[in-house]
């Protein structure tokens, strides 16, 4: 994907005023406009500009737009970073563009989610018909820890809203908030904060304020669903054996597991209900990896050349093969 410069394309400094990016592109459209334009490529340009107008004058797109873009040229390879809008507060309208008006694949990339978003909550003041209107919701991305949702917990989480100043540009306003965290959240749920979106009118009741759920990498855990994923390392006797090992859980508890004899590298051991806690909790997966103590150790050397003297006839590619066989036929039936 290719970065946009949207200033460039407006012909305007990155500092300029809501009312200088609103004549820039009053100026553009008169002349690219193609119901009046001579230019051959005018519908494209006309394209870009829109694109550009929507992002520009849109006090929220800009204010994201700006902070991932700082230090980027047109034209070259871009992508954005992981999670890169977590702590920005929206409005819950519609971030689709004028009139839902084609957008590049770049604009889709850093905005499309704000849209889809808001179109799924479908709350908020849409344009009040009367003098009484409720508040507009407003939505936000937060980036937890598994253990906040394996347990449950309060935390103070400090979002950014983009607000007008008095010369007309953006500038990023922080306000801090206490957010219980229920046990068994999951990743795309929806905490919702009652009277913290915007403002109501006339009387009427504010909005709401809207907190998707993302969890923070995690140096053993995976979250699929209400299900915890983890890599379980084995001593090659303990797969081969049979063992019971002890597995850490988020919450800092352990939990015995039973490995069978005959566990191979790559199978997943399942422990149900022991996932994300919930009224349905989830399972923890534990995905096997076999891990051979080093031959640079002699003892274990020693051992490698007598499994090699004792089991000359064991041909691992050929029982490996037998097995995806095998796995094959019962997929098959």
């Not at 006309?46 to 230090?71: F, P």
């Not at 508040?135 to 253990?147: F, M, P, R, S, V």
């Not at 303990?238 to 199978?267: N, W």
């Amino acid at each position: 994907m290719k970065f946009k410069d949207y200033y460039a394309t407006l012909g305007v400094a990155r500092d300029a005023s809501a009312e200088d990016i609103k004549k820039a592109y009053r100026k553009l459209a008169r002349k690219y406009h193609p119901d009046v334009s001579k230019e051959p490529d005018a519908s494209d340009r006309m394209s870009e500009v829109n694109e550009a107008n929507d992002v520009l004058s849109d006090v929220e797109k800009r204010a994201a737009y700006d902070a991932i873009g700082t230090g980027h040229h047109a034209g070259e390879n871009f992508t954005p970073p992981p999670d890169w809008d977590a702590g920005f507060e929206f409005r819950g309208r519609s971030a689709d563009g004028a009139g839902g008006a084609d957008h590049s694949d770049f604009f889709e990339e850093l905005f499309g989610r704000m849209g889809r978003q808001a179109r799924q909550q479908g709350r908020g003041a849409q344009g009040s018909a009367g003098f009484k209107a409720r508040g507009e919701d407003h939505h936000a991305k937060i980036l937890l820890d598994i253990e906040d949702a394996w347990r449950g917990a309060k935390r103070l989480l400090t979002l950014k809203s983009p607000q007008i100043d008095a010369q007309g540009r953006v500038e990023l306003v922080e306000r801090t908030l206490e957010v219980a965290i229920p046990p068994g959240v999951k990743a795309g749920q929806l905490i919702r904060l009652a009277g913290q979106g915007s403002p109501g009118h006339g009387g009427a009741p504010a909005g709401d304020l809207f907190l998707e759920v993302h969890f923070q990498p995690h140096p053993r855990f995976q979250v699929e669903g209400a299900d915890l994923v983890m890599t379980l390392p084995l001593a090659p006797w303990e797969a081969a054996l049979g063992a019971v090992v002890a597995v850490g859980l988020p919450d800092g508890s352990s939990l015995k597991v039973r490995v069978p004899a005959g566990t191979q590298s790559g199978q997943t051991i399942t422990v149900r209900g022991k996932g994300l806690p919930a009224k349905a909790p989830g399972d923890l997966d534990l995905k096997v990896r076999v891990v051979l103590p080093s031959a640079y150790d002699p003892r274990a050397k020693d051992f490698y050349e007598q499994m090699a003297s004792t089991l000359s006839d064991f041909d691992a590619r050929k029982v490996h093969a037998a097995e995806q066989e095998r796995q094959s036929e019962g997929a098959s039936r």
